[in-house]
């Protein structure tokens, strides 16, 4: 009943402020939107609160009969690996509300209600334990998400829109096939726990494996499918970015642990070298991209898929280490790179402009988002005692088990993301004022040192604490190590 | 023979209607052509309850008439009343589009509904003869329909087209069907069932009865318009007068399903090895020929025939999945998703025509892409209905058209062939950009036309709405509607 609330208080809250019709309700439209982000983020606290840290199989687990045609099932269920996410959507929704506050003033009710909408159908996927409701909730987040790039992005919002939709359209399609193949060869069952029973060959893996690396690898994104994401974000409104960054990539990196790890494994043991390969072209090239980099939301961006080839990374090096590790980066991803992208948008929302060269000396001017800023661009290179540093620190542990010369590669995205995160840092906010536009700033105001007070809490808390989060992954993480390490066939 | 006539009650109702209608639309002065639609609304929803009648006193069951002859099943009345919904939908949508443009005639209606008789008789065929008698019925309708704006050159020009190309396709059928009945000595499809097993184990026989076959799925792809048949569907779409579009792309798409299934299934199964590699070919084909040459459209109605084209090709996928090296375990499943799937379209086609016709009024046709700029901002909720309906056609979940796909790709992988699959899904990955497109002209867009969208009746409105929603609704319960469909197929 949870996780059905989960997904439905924020689907239904969002109807409600489509309902309420024109930008002359604007105001109780915003009321509502945040009614309903903080009440959905309130259904899903006890999700944490009941866990059963020892047991590795699903919890809260609903199953009702949905599509008997195709034996398919409303079934919904979390276990360790995908609790946190469930709890970091719902967290995030309400800082987007919040963010989107006084910024949005055109269809107000339009973008609230996609916001939620979207927040209900992520809160799906990350809990759907049948093939076809995964498939249903994952596609459905394109449509909210494809008309808010368009409708309150930048200038270039068509363009990026639909890169963004057809790139992440043809990924799913493949993996529609994908999970056919695997319904068929189940005799008929979409339930992903049935399939990590099926004996499949490594040949039928292998494609397998491919079709829904194509789905996985653009939602990531992973090199070389990863074009689509700058455009995106650069063209997406804050909001949108901070959704896309902090939960919409999670999807594919989720993807691959709750599809591809445990149903695949000897393909999955087989290609490792493929994916680590991409992943550390990702960590370094990405890397020195990100570097050279004009433009403030690009910058982040290309540090975002830097930072997500760390998770493929830890994925696919098969110990506890390194998947642990993966999900405490992505949770921490989360809050990072919303954070990021929510300071640039404080900075656009006074100054409408992104370029690094415009600024310069913003601490004169804005010494408390200054402080803020400074916390996050820390927690993105992965300052200990920050949450960043938890996860890339176990996935490096993990990849020292495997290979030195790995975790050598893999360890120098601390020094590129330092270099970028605080290189721009610098031009941005030290120096002289560069321009009476940086001299009119004014300080956050109050809404946005919540917003960003409440991140920089749930940063600092995971870096010096991060037990609370790593407990509860344990006995999930070591049944899927567990389940890998079976014969398939 | 009393009970023949009992169970042929849906067509002796309608052509009794229809005949009524004509008497009386003589009495009726123009200005009242109000009365004429009425009769003919009045005169489907008899149909329909003739037809639940019917259905009600078979408990569902096959009954034979007029000598085997016509047939009357679960399939057929299903069909029959998926149809009546499209034609009395379609009419409704265009009632005001033909008023203002002075087409609601006592023509255009009788026309209709013989059109609809038509297509029933394709519907319950039995016998070549039957299914040949349907079909002309049908397609003279049609051709009368599509030139009915006189005046008009273009519309002119696509009757002529589409007769003459049609005259050829019932050509080239009639000459397949000459072919099995040289091959087998009778017209009966329940007869041709019975002999085409055993004459297609002489290799003689098997030729000549490929030979006919051959003629006859051509014949069929004409009549679906699937490519390299589908010459006819652009033109005619686009010439004809938007509620004839209308017409024309909905409820006869249920009849050409029907003919495919009783010639092909119903008559010619031992032969589905041979018909399924020519069905594969053209679904390939119209997949490819359909999504491709949307994109290039400026016009939305040409637009939507070429995704008419590429929607025909998925849903042969169905058809071509049902029997797999002799063995028919999957073909209901394959067969029901292929109706399923027709279903399906058919109410996207009527949603997305329907709305280009409440698009339009009194000297303006809603027919180029740019007439739907920034229509979120004119009608926010005629956008959003039209953006379910492209999302539908797209293929996008929680949308009822994914749930098509997915059945017939379904069908498909199950009968082994993942790589007809792959093809189709990259293929409707090119046909959601031009959905994608109207989205995006509808939401991202400024408006060209200031004016606020012409305030249609408000029944249409609520029509429009429920057509819209269905879409969503059935998306998200599809079970229904997929089990009557397969317990139709059942029941053959």
Known sequence: MLL???????????????????????????QIALAGSIAGFLVTLPLYAGFSLSNPGMQFVEHRAWIPHFNVFYTLGVDGISMLFILLNSFTTILVVIAGWTVIQQRVAQYMG?????????????????????????????????????????????????????????????????????????????????????????GSQLWLFFGLLFAFAVKVPMWPVHTWLPDAHVEAPTGGSVVLAAIMLKLGAYGFVRFTLPILPDASRELAWLMIALSLIAVVYIGLVALVQTDMKKLIAYSSISHMGFVTLGFFIFN??????????????????????????????????????DYGGVVNTMPKFAALMMLFAMANCGLPATSGFVGEFMVIMGAIKVNFWLAFAAATTLVFGAAYTLWMYKRVIFGAVANEHVAALQDLNPRELVVLGLLAIAVLFMGVYPLPFTEVMHASVNDLLRHMALPKY | ?????????????????????????????????????????????????ATVL????????????????YVADLMAHLLKLSAYGAVSLALAYSRQYLLDRALLTGEFLALLLFALLGMMVMMSANSFITVYLGLELLSLCLYAMVALNRDSAASTEAAMKYFILGALASGLLLYGMSMMYGATGTLSITEVAKQTGALSKDSTQHAFLIFGLVFMVCGLAFKLGVAPFHMWIPDVYHGAPTAVTLVIGTAPKLAAFAMAMRLLVNGLLDLANDWQQMLAILAVLSMAIGNITAIAQSNLKRMLAYSTIAHMGFMLLGLLSGVVGGNWRNAPDAYGAAMFYTIVYVLMSA??????????????????????????????????????????LAGVPPTVGFYAKLSVLSAAVNAGMIWLAVVAVVFSLVGAYYYLRIVKLMYFDE??????????????????????????????????????????????
């Not at chain 1, 459905?140 to 990026?160: D, E, Q």
């Not at chain 1, 992440?168 to 068929?184: E, H, I, K, Q, R």
């Not at chain 1, 280490?321 to 929510?342: N, R, T």
């Not at chain 2, 429009?464 to 059942?490: D, E, H, R, T």
Request: aromatic share 12%; proline share 4%.
């Open chain 2, 54 to 69: 019917v259905l009600l006193g078979s408990g569902g069951n096959l009954l034979y008439a007029f000598n085997k002859l």
């Open chain 1, 114 to 202: 996609a916001f939620l909408l979207m927040s209900g159908l992520l809160n799906g996927v990350f809990c759907a334990l049948d093939g076809l409701l995964f498939y249903v909730f994952f596609e459905a987040t394109l449509i909210p998400m494809f008309v808010i790039i368009g409708v309150w992005g930048g200038a270039n919002r068509v363009y990026a829109a639909l890169k963004f939709f057809l790139y992440t359209l043809f990924g799913s399609l493949l993996m529609l096939v994908a999970l056919l193949y695997l319904y068929d060869k189940s005799g008929g069952s979409f339930a992903i726990r049935d399939w990590w029973k099926l004996p499949l060959t490594l």
């Open chain 1, 4 to 30: 059905s609330l989960a997904i439905w208080v924020p689907i239904l809250a969002g109807l409600l402020a489509l309902a309420t019709g024109g930008d002359r309700n604007a105001p109780l439209q915003r």
């Open chain 2, 351 to 392: 949603g997305s025509f329907g709305m280009l016709v409440l698009l339009s009024h009194k000297g303006f046709e809603c027919e180029k892409l740019d007439d739907l700029k920034g229509l979120n901002r004119r009608n926010p909720w005629y956008a959003f209905l039209l953006l379910l309906i492209m999302f539908s």
């Open chain 2, 447 to 492: 408006p060209v036309i200031a004016a606020p969208v012409y305030e249609q009746p408000q029944g249409v409105r609520v029509l429009m709405s429920v057509n819209g929603l269905a879409l969503l609704a059935l998306g998200i319960l599809p079970q229904p509607l997929m089990a009557v469909c397969l317990a139709a197929i059942k029941g053959l």
């Open chain 2, 1 to 49: 023979m009393g009970v023949d006539f009992i169970v042929g009650l849906p067509e002796i109702v309608l052509l009794a209607g229809a005949c009524t209608l004509m008497l009386a639309d003589l009495f009726v002065e123009d200005s009242e052509r109000r009365v004429s639609y009425a009769i003919t609304q009045a005169v489907l929803l008899i149909t329909a309850a």
């Open chain 1, 320 to 357: 506890s280490y390194g998947i642990e590790g993966a999900l405490i980066q992505m949770i921490s991803h989360g809050f990072v790179s919303a954070a990021m992208f929510l300071c640039v948008g404080v900075m656009y929302d006074r100054m409408h402009t992104r370029n690094i060269a």
